[in-house]
C-alpha cells in the first residue's frame, strides 16, 4: 500500500466547475507538497502545507494534519488547469518527497 | 533564469552505454534530488544529497550513481544500461524541508 493515496484517479470537468482532489496519507510527515504536472511534462510546486489552509488565486489547499488528510481545490475551472496534480509529503528528518500516484485533471470548454 | 536546469532533455540511447545526466541549481538551495518517473507517471526518490550526506534509496540499483562537484550541481550518472532504465529523470532541490524547485525533466529512453 502506497503511503500517499490519491483520490479520483482521473477527473473530468466542465469549464466554470468547482474540482476538489483529495490526498490521504498513513504516516506522520512534516510538510505536504501539492504538484502541477502539464501535459509538456514539467513540474511546479503550487503549494506546501504543514497545517491550515492556503489559497493562490484559484487554487485552496486545506490539511487536516489529525485526520492526515489533504484537499486541493480549483475554483472556476478552466481548461488550462487541465494537467495532473500530484500530491507528496516529507517525512520528519527528511527532505525528499514521497508521491501520491496523481490525479489527472480534464477541464472540458 | 532558470531556476533549476537540467540537459539534456532527450536522451536515447543503446543497451550497455554509460551516459549522465547534468543538473544545475542557481537558487542557493542546500540539499538536491534525483527522482525518477515511470511509464505509469509515478514519481519516486533516487537520491538526496546535500554538502554532507548521500541518502541512497535502498532500490536503486548500483549502475546508478549521482556526482556533485560543487552544492549547485548534482549529475547522475548511469552505467551499463538496461531497457528497463528508459524513464523520465527529475533533478530539484530545496532548501532544507522547504519548497521543492523541479527541473524540466530528462526523458531517457534506452534501445
Known amino acids: 500500500k502506497n503511503e500517499v493515496e490519491q483520490s479520483p484517479q482521473n477527473l473530468t470537468a466542465q469549464e466554470g466547475e468547482f474540482i476538489t482532489i483529495n490526498c490521504s496519507y498513513s504516516v506522520g510527515i512534516s510538510a505536504l507538497h501539492w504538484l502541477q504536472q502539464h501535459p509538456g511534462g514539467g513540474i511546479v510546486s503550487l503549494f506546501m502545507l504543514s497545517s491550515g489552509k492556503k489559497k493562490h488565486g484559484r487554487l485552496i489547499a486545506t490539511i487536516n494534519i489529525q485526520e492526515k488528510h489533504s484537499s486541493l481545490h480549483i475554483t472556476a475551472s478552466h481548461p488550462r488547469d487541465s494537467a495532473v496534480y500530484i500530491c507528496?509529503?516529507?517525512?520528519?528528518?527528511?527532505?525528499?518527497?514521497?508521491f501520491g500516484k496523481g490525479t489527472k485533471l480534464s477541464v472540458k470548454p | 533564469d532558470t531556476a533549476v536546469s537540467q540537459t539534456p532533455k532527450y536522451l536515447v540511447t543503446q543497451m550497455g552505454n554509460d551516459k549522465s545526466i547534468k543538473c544545475e541549481q542557481n537558487?542557493?538551495?542546500?540539499?538536491m534530488y534525483w527522482y525518477k518517473q515511470d511509464s505509469k507517471k509515478f514519481l519516486k526518490i533516487m537520491f538526496s544529497y546535500n554538502n554532507k550526506e548521500l541518502i541512497i534509496n535502498e532500490t536503486v540499483p548500483n549502475r546508478f550513481s549521482p556526482k556533485s562537484p560543487d552544492k549547485a550541481h548534482l549529475n547522475l550518472h548511469i552505467n551499463s544500461l538496461e531497457l528497463g532504465d528508459s524513464a523520465v529523470y527529475f533533478c530539484?532541490?530545496?532548501?532544507?524541508?522547504?519548497?521543492?524547485?523541479f527541473g524540466q525533466g530528462t526523458r531517457l529512453t534506452v534501445v
Open positions: 537558487l542557493g538551495h542546500d540539499t
Open positions: 507528496a509529503v516529507i517525512l520528519p528528518g527528511q527532505g525528499n518527497l514521497i
Open positions: 530539484a532541490s530545496s532548501l532544507r524541508v522547504s519548497e521543492a524547485f
